[in-house]
């Protein structure tokens, strides 16, 4: 259940099973810093392998192709354009460098100018071809990327609206845990496609529902053994049907399987602290901020700076206290949002 670990509520139970360590905050401090500048790995390229060719090459002629690499990477990372532009700019530095230095790029010495200017031009025709179309099948496979990633987020934006669809109180549940634990993840300083990993998860973290009856759904008194026992397996069997689509996918399988850990040992797995995926405590801490915020058949929503107040108190305890931290800092975005912004954002996604 999204609300286990508060008291006055539902209770789940505990099973075994293993999760996936986190390094410290350290390279989370380094990773800013460690950052390469792309373009200025390519330009660096560019003057070391000009230098390279003329104060050691003596058959400067055989090492112009060097200067495929910095074209190719420009196209590869940057797309047709740059990678143009890095062939002009590196058909200047060869042009430049041959004129101003008497005898560079000279097949032998006493061998006609007129030649060495022909090699030159059909040198950098071929680099400019080379350029502009690496660059043109780079962006064309970025295109094929994007299109079907965009599918994909919509098949997973499906999914969790059939999710939903189980019990109709928890309508768009899924959604708005997907955008609160995006938010979060954001401000605990995750890259982009960790929060996309992240949102991928809270979409389908409570796939396993599915089958679930809605009598347990509902069910407004305390939970039976075999009932709790049903609703506490959901967390695996999501995991276990996420983990039939294999590929990329599987990433988000510890997410999925884990978001009902506590910080301090005792959810439904048993891992603590760092043990426990950082996208599994950010949906965690999402999923009981929509859960607690919502109505429910057993009781009605709290207000939200009233859970915000227990999500606080649970700081070290149930939630890790650095993420608890970093939602009271985005805690009057999450207010702002209404369930009416999020209805109708769900078909956009």
Not at 23 to 50: R, S, W, Y
Not at 92 to 115: D, R
Not at 193 to 209: C, M, S, W, Y
Not at 251 to 257: Q, S
């Amino acid at each position: 259940m999204e609300e286990a670990g508060f008291s006055g509520l539902r209770e789940t139970g505990s099973m075994e099973g293993a999760g996936h360590a986190r390094p410290d905050g350290v390279m989370a401090f380094l990773k800013p810093h460690l950052e390469i500048d792309k373009e200025l790995v390519i330009v660096f390229l560019l003057v070391a392998i000009t230098g390279i060719i003329y104060y050691f090459v003596d058959n400067q002629r055989a090492f112009l192709n060097f200067f495929y690499l910095p074209v190719l990477l420009s196209a590869y990372l940057f797309g047709k354009r740059h990678g143009t532009y890095s062939a002009v700019l590196t058909t200047l530095i060869v042009v430049s460098l041959a004129y101003l230095v008497p005898g560079t790029f000279e097949y032998k010495p006493g061998h006609v100018v007129l030649y060495k200017w022909l090699d030159i031009v059909t040198w950098s025709g071929f680099l400019l071809l080379t350029g502009y179309f690496m660059g043109h099948l780079y962006e064309k496979k970025e295109k094929s990327r994007e299109e079907l990633a965009a599918t994909h987020r919509g098949i997973v934006t499906m999914l969790s609206i059939i999710i939903d669809s189980v019990d109709k109180e928890t309508r768009n549940h899924s959604y708005r845990v997907s955008r609160y634990a995006e938010i979060l993840s954001r401000a605990a300083g995750l890259k982009a496609d960790e929060r996309e990993d992240v949102r991928t998860a809270a979409l389908l973290h409570d796939l396993g529902k599915i089958g679930i009856s809605a009598e347990i759904l509902k069910k407004i008194g305390a939970l039976s053994s075999t009932e709790r026992d049903a609703m506490t397996k959901h967390a695996s069997r999501g995991a276990a049907i996420v983990d039939l689509a294999g590929g990329t996918v599987k990433k988000i399988v510890p997410l999925i399987l884990n978001h009902h850990e506590r910080y301090d040992g005792k959810g439904y797995y048993g891992l603590k602290g760092d043990e426990i995926p950082l996208g599994a405590q950010i949906i965690a801490i999402a999923d009981v901020y929509d859960a607690l915020t919502s109505d429910r058949t057993y009781r009605r929503a709290l207000p939200p700076e009233e859970v915000k107040k227990e999500i606080t108190k649970g700081a070290g305890t149930q939630f890790n206290p650095k993420l608890v931290a970093h939602f009271e800092k985005i805690f009057p975005a999450l207010m702002d949002m209404s369930s009416h912004e999020f209805y109708g954002e769900v078909s956009a996604v």
